[in-house]
C-alpha cells in the first residue's frame, strides 16, 4: 500500500510532537513572572505567557492532530495476508536521522527569527521528502510510548517454502512461529494477531 503524500506528511510531522513541545518551552517569556497570572487570555490586556503564542501554540496543535491521525490510522489498517514469522529480532529505530531536528533546536532555534525558523523548516522539508521517497515514513519513533515496536522480520505467506524478509511495526510482542495477518505500508508490515485479517 502506498502512502498518499498527504497522509505520509501527517505521518511524519506527528513524529515530531516532542520538538513542538521543546520549542513551545523555549519560546516561555520570563518577563511573564513578573506579572499576574492571567488565564482570559482572548481578553485585551492578557495573553499566554509566550514570546510568540500564535505560531507557537499552532505548532503544537498541529503536531498533537497529525500524531493523533497516525494513531488513529495504524488502529484501522486492515492487515490482508496471513504469514508465519519464521525469526524476528527487536531493532531500535533509526535515531540519528530523527534527532538531528533536535540537536539543531538547541543551536539557536527561535519563532522570533524568522530567518532560522524558514531555514529550520527547509530542513525539515528535505528530511520530508527524503524519508517519503525511501518508504520509510511510518518509521516513528514516537510510537515506541504508545507499545509499537520496530522488527527485523522473515516470514512465509501460508504454506509457502519461501523466505521474505521485511521491516515490521507490531503492537504486540513477535516470536518465532507467530501466525499473523500482514498490510504491507510503503517498505514496512504493519502486523496485527491473525483474528485482524479481512
Known sequence: MRIRLLASLMIFIGSYLPLSLILLAQNYDEGALSRPMCWAFWEDGCSLP?????LSITVLATCVVCFLVTLLTLKIVKPKHEIVVTSASHV??????YTLPYIVSFMGLDYQEPGKFVGFLIFLMWVFFITHKSGQVLLNPVLIVFGWRLY???YRYGADTIDHTSRALSSEPIVTGDRLSQIAVEDVLVLKPNGSAT
Open 152 to 154: 527485523d522480520l522473515t
Open 50 to 54: 509566550l514570546k510568540n503564542p500564535t
Open 92 to 97: 531500535p529505530t533509526d535515531l540519528m536521522n
